[in-house]
């Protein structure tokens, strides 16, 4: 049962492009979403979170976006850096429930 | 200083034995997970504890059993290993539970030959 989902395993672009990364969700419960990121041998680290009474959160060169009617998010990174090479995963979670729950992740590649 | 601390990072071991991972934070949390992550890359809540008392308990087989000795501490005690067991495993930490960022470890990659 794969709540959360992300469609593409893998991402690559330029570097100083911008990257955008979907995630898809099907409990309407969700009302707290977060995207963390993980480098090899790490265990995954918060970059960006956003409420459900939000449609956009910013910080520095990352936004998350969501939509509630398409049960959509995304997470957008502007400009992108070799360094945000990483696998980046997308979650959600409900307020009173301790079960988060997480995509597959999406391997992003900034080439320099 | 680590936040979220788990021993050992490899652990390689043979079928049918017994083997524990040990967590600790030190961030003064008090909720505290286990994750798996499988094959397919998926991170899948395993337990949760909230002050030493188990809140999520998810259909994983009863060979699987953590232990908090008090809130900064959950360790995962696996019996009878089975080459399916082969996996990383998470652990996490959260202020409180519900809504709330998780704090992970490194992750414990164990291998059942």
């Known amino acids: 049962d794969q709540q959360v989902k992300q469609n593409s395993p893998s991402l690559s672009v330029q570097e100083g492009r911008i990257s955008i990364l979907n995630c898809d969700y099907t409990?309407?419960?969700?009302?707290?979403f977060l995207w963390y990121k993980k480098y090899p041998a790490e265990g995954p680290t918060f970059l960006i979170s956003?409420?459900?009474?939000?449609d956009k959160n910013e910080d520095g060169r990352f936004t998350v976006f969501l939509n509630k009617s398409a049960k959509h998010l995304s997470l957008h990174i502007v400009p992108s850096q070799p360094g945000d090479s990483a696998v980046y995963f997308c979650?959600?979670?409900?307020?009173?429930?301790?079960?988060?729950?997480f995509g597959a992740g999406t391997r992003l590649t900034v080439k320099p | 200083d680590t936040a979220v601390s788990q021993t050992p990072k490899y652990l390689v071991t043979q079928m049918g034995n017994d083997k524990s991972i040990k967590c600790e934070q030190n961030?003064?949390?008090?909720?505290m997970y286990w994750y798996k992550q499988d094959s397919k890359k998926f991170l899948k809540i395993m337990f949760s504890y909230n002050n030493k008392e188990l809140i999520i308990n998810e259909t994983v087989p009863n060979r699987f059993s953590p232990k908090s000795p008090d809130k900064a501490h959950l360790n995962l005690h696996i019996n009878s290993l089975e080459l399916g067991d082969s996996a990383v495993y998470f652990c996490?930490?959260?202020?409180?539970?519900?809504?709330?960022?998780?704090?992970f470890g490194s992750g414990t990659q164990l291998s059942v030959l």
């Open positions: 996490a930490s959260s202020l409180r539970t519900g809504g709330e960022v998780l704090f």
């Open positions: 961030l003064g949390h008090d909720t």
């Open positions: 979650a959600a979670s409900a307020t009173n429930n301790n079960d988060m729950r």
């Open positions: 956003i409420s459900s009474i939000k």
């Open positions: 409990n309407s419960m969700f009302d707290y």
